[in-house]
């Protein structure tokens, strides 16, 4: 009986999760019609600015545009809508929209 050794079997499985790899990244990096994607427009690893949010922001779901320099953002359990000013670095304005529950979205729609 013929018994293939283990380590061939090992190598052809991870030679197999390697050309996977590489096709789905070939495949991601082009749009629908087959054109380059242009590159990620930031650096997150060295981000050009940074921001201290305040505690009250600590469980903050979902973040929106809200107006120039400011986004609105939820805190996860509370119901309140918070909006942030960059320029000033603090929030601005709070809504309390409901009571304790999970929320988990917000999204700024028209004007």
């Known amino acids: 009986m013929n018994h293939i050794p283990?380590?061939?079997v090992q190598k052809f499985m991870w030679l197999t999760k390697a050309?996977?790899?590489i096709i789905l990244i070939q495949f991601?990096?082009?749009n629908?019609?087959?054109q380059a994607l242009p590159p990620f427009p930031y650096d997150l690893l060295e981000p050009n600015n940074t921001y201290d949010l305040?505690?009250?922001l600590e469980e903050i779901s979902g973040l929106t545009y809200y107006a120039p320099n400011q986004f609105a953002g939820l805190n996860?359990?509370?119901g309140r809508m918070y909006v942030y000013d960059i320029k000033k670095k603090e929030v601005?304005?709070?809504v309390r929209f409901a009571g304790t529950g999970d929320?988990?979205?917000i999204e700024k729609v028209g004007n």
Do not use: K
Request: proline share 4%; no cysteine.
């Open 32 to 34: 629908m019609n087959g």
């Open 92 to 94: 601005v304005h709070r």
């Open 76 to 78: 996860d359990e509370h």
């Open 19 to 21: 050309l996977t790899f």
């Open 54 to 56: 305040p505690v009250s």
């Open 28 to 30: 991601f990096s082009f």
């Open 103 to 105: 929320f988990e979205g």
């Open 6 to 8: 283990t380590t061939i």
